[in-house]
């Protein structure tokens, strides 16, 4: 069984630019979280999925951040335009069920913004 | 508003002995489940052990234990005979029910180095 996959592993830009973060949740998961570590720091919650709705996006930083899960497969995280403090790793997790059983991470993606 | 808190950035334990890595949480629920999650240098982190918060009795998974005390609201991992492979970064995580979402909240996370 393929497990939780990330594109990229690594992403360098300048600010002001644009990227985009790909998760591919394990098949049949509805449930679909973004986290994101900065260095040294917790890893702090940005949004969750059931299937292709919000079901909470508290902890997106703010409008420059923008998650879709279409068709409740696959998601994507844009920032636009980034910011230095974006930096840190972005990981994706998804769980089956109610959202309580345990979480599959990907193993994340780096996102440098100098 | 929950916090989870690890006080350790760094340990180390020889290989064979036994490590505690500790956890607080704050939380005004009552019931909830609290995760320690292993991230190995690979960088996927994986469940290492899970507790829910109505059950007295402590989670054990072979090598991993935990110390469970609710009216402390302590939450440490246990591991036993640590072996070269249990070096990571593991994290103590608390998940609520009150509010109707599964959010996990996580703490900063201690590295923890295996020497042989």
């Known amino acids: 069984e393929a497990g939780v996959t990330q594109f990229p592993s690594h992403s360098v830009i300048e600010k002001g630019q644009t990227v985009t973060l790909r998760c591919d949740p394990i098949?049949?998961?509805?449930?679909l979280y973004w986290y994101r570590r900065v260095m040294g720091k917790e890893i702090k919650f940005l949004l969750h999925f059931v299937k292709e709705s919000k079901q909470d996006e508290s902890g997106m930083p703010n409008n420059r951040f923008l998650a879709e899960r279409t068709g409740g497969t696959y998601s994507t995280l844009k920032v636009q335009p980034a910011e230095l403090e974006d930096s840190g790793v972005y990981f994706c997790a998804s769980s089956q069920g109610k959202g309580n059983e345990k979480l599959f991470f990907g193993s994340g993606t780096q996102l440098s913004v100098l | 508003a929950q916090t989870v808190t690890q006080s350790q950035p760094e340990m180390s334990v020889q290989e064979a002995e036994t490590v505690t890595l500790s956890c607080t949480y704050d939380t005004s629920e009552n019931n909830y489940y609290l995760f320690w999650y292993k991230q190995p240098p690979s960088r996927q982190m994986i469940l290492v052990i899970r507790q829910e918060a109505y059950k007295q009795q402590n989670a054990t998974e072979n090598r991993f234990s935990v110390n469970f005390q609710k009216a402390a609201k302590s939450f440490s991992l246990k591991i036993s005979d640590s072996q070269l492979g249990d070096t990571a970064m593991y994290f103590c995580a608390f998940m609520g029910l009150a509010s109707g979402t599964y959010k996990y909240i996580f703490g900063t996370g201690t590295r923890l180095k295996v020497l042989a």
């Open positions: 098949s049949g998961h509805d449930n």
